[in-house]
C-alpha cells in the first residue's frame, strides 16, 4: 500500500514539474543535444568548430581580395570603453593603461603597463571555448571547475594561437531592411539571413566566420546609451541550427550575438551556451561592425578574407582581439 502511494504521488510531482518548464527551454534543450560537436574531433579535441578551417579552406579563402583593402572590425580599447552602452555588468570591464618615461644608457624610451578585464558589453573581444559551461562541464566535457588564477590548464584561448584565417560573411540585416539599425530587442531569425543571402548573393560555407550586423552603434548615436544587458538586438536561439547545418567557424556581431531579454525564461544567453558549450564555437562580441558595413556596400561584395589573432594567453577564457577583414 505504501508502494502505491508513492508511485501515485511521483507522477504527478513529475508532470507538475514537466508543466513548469517553458516550451522555448525545452525546444532548446533538444537543440543543444542535436548540434552537439563533443567528442566529433577526438575526446583531446580543443577547437571546436574552428577544425572546419582546413588547408584548403585557408587557401582558397587567400584568393577572395581583389582590391588590397583591410578594415579593421575592433574599436579602440580606452579608458572610457565601459561608457558605451551602460550596463549592471560594467564592473566586468576594468581597463588600465599606464605609460612612463625610462632613461636608459642615454636613450628615451617609452613603457607600457596594461591591465584589462575585457568580458562584458563593451570592449571587442573573442570569447574562447573556457568561458562558459553547462553542469560542471566545458565543451568536449572538458571539466569546468579545473579553474585556477592561471585560467584552464587545456582549454585555454591559446589553442588559436596559429590564428583564425577563413573566409567572411557580413549578414548585415538593417541594410535588408533598409533601415540604419534594428531596434534594440529585435529577434534575428534564420529566415532573416536566409533572405539576406539570397538577396545579397552571398553563401554561409563550411567553416565560414559569419558577421551579423544589428547596427548597434548607429543606434547609439542616435538615441544614446541603454542598458544592453537588458535589451538587445541578437539571434534567436534557433540560428544555432541554421550554424550547424552549414558548419560554421566562428560566429560574431556588434553586440554579444545573444537576443535580450531572452526568449527562453531559463537561458539568460542560449547562442552563447549553444556555440561555446555544444558546438565549440568561438565567439565575437562588441565588434565595430559599421565600417565593414561601408565598404561592403561601396565594393558590392559581403564576402571576404577574415583573419583573427586572439592573444596567446596561456589558459585564457578570452581575448580582446582585433580581427581585420580584406576586400
Not at 88 to 112: C, F, M, R
Not at 181 to 199: H, S, V, Y
Not at 313 to 326: D, E, R
Request: hydrophobic fraction near 35%; charge should be neutral; charged fraction near 25%.
Amino acid at each position: 500500500m505504501k508502494k502505491l502511494f508513492f508511485v501515485l504521488l511521483f507522477v504527478p510531482l513529475t508532470k507538475l514539474y514537466s508543466q513548469n518548464i517553458s516550451d522555448e527551454k525545452k525546444d532548446y534543450d533538444i537543440i543543444f543535444k542535436k548540434i552537439s560537436n563533443s567528442g566529433k574531433w577526438g575526446v583531446n579535441d580543443k577547437k571546436g568548430t574552428v577544425n572546419y578551417i582546413d588547408n584548403d579552406k585557408i587557401l582558397s579563402s587567400l584568393k577572395i581580395p581583389e582590391k588590397g583593402k583591410s578594415v579593421s572590425l575592433s574599436f579602440d580599447i580606452s579608458l572610457d570603453s565601459t561608457q558605451v552602452n551602460y550596463s549592471k555588468y560594467d564592473e566586468l570591464t576594468q581597463y588600465d593603461h599606464q605609460a612612463s618615461p625610462v632613461e636608459h644608457n642615454g636613450y628615451d624610451w617609452a613603457t607600457d603597463e596594461y591591465k584589462i578585464s575585457y568580458h562584458g558589453f563593451t570592449v571587442s573581444h573573442m570569447d574562447g571555448l573556457a568561458h562558459l559551461g553547462e553542469n560542471g562541464k566545458l565543451y568536449n566535457d572538458f571539466d569546468a571547475s579545473k579553474i585556477t588564477s592561471q585560467g584552464f590548464e587545456e582549454i585555454g584561448v591559446e589553442n588559436y594561437k596559429e590564428g583564425i584565417i577563413t573566409k567572411g560573411v557580413l549578414i548585415d540585416i538593417p541594410l535588408l531592411y533598409r533601415k540604419d539599425f534594428l531596434k534594440a530587442g529585435t529577434k534575428i531569425t534564420i529566415q532573416d539571413i536566409e533572405r539576406f543571402e539570397k538577396k545579397y548573393n552571398v553563401k554561409i560555407e563550411k567553416g565560414d566566420v559569419v558577421l551579423v550586423r544589428t547596427g548597434r552603434w548607429k543606434e547609439k548615436i542616435k538615441n544614446g546609451d541603454w542598458d544592453t544587458s537588458k535589451l538587445s538586438t541578437g539571434l534567436n536561439y534557433r540560428v544555432a541550427i541554421l550554424l550547424s547545418e552549414r558548419k560554421v567557424s566562428v560566429l560574431g556581431s556588434d553586440g554579444t550575438n545573444d537576443l535580450q531579454p531572452s526568449p527562453i525564461p531559463e537561458e539568460g544567453s542560449p547562442i552563447h551556451k549553444l556555440t561555446l558549450v555544444s558546438m565549440g564555437m568561438p565567439l565575437l562580441d562588441n565588434l565595430n561592425l559599421e565600417n565593414i558595413a561601408e565598404e561592403a556596400i561601396k565594393q558590392n561584395k559581403w564576402e571576404f578574407l577574415i583573419a583573427i589573432q586572439p592573444i596567446r594567453f596561456k589558459g585564457g577564457t578570452g581575448s580582446p582581439v582585433n580581427a581585420v577583414a580584406i576586400f
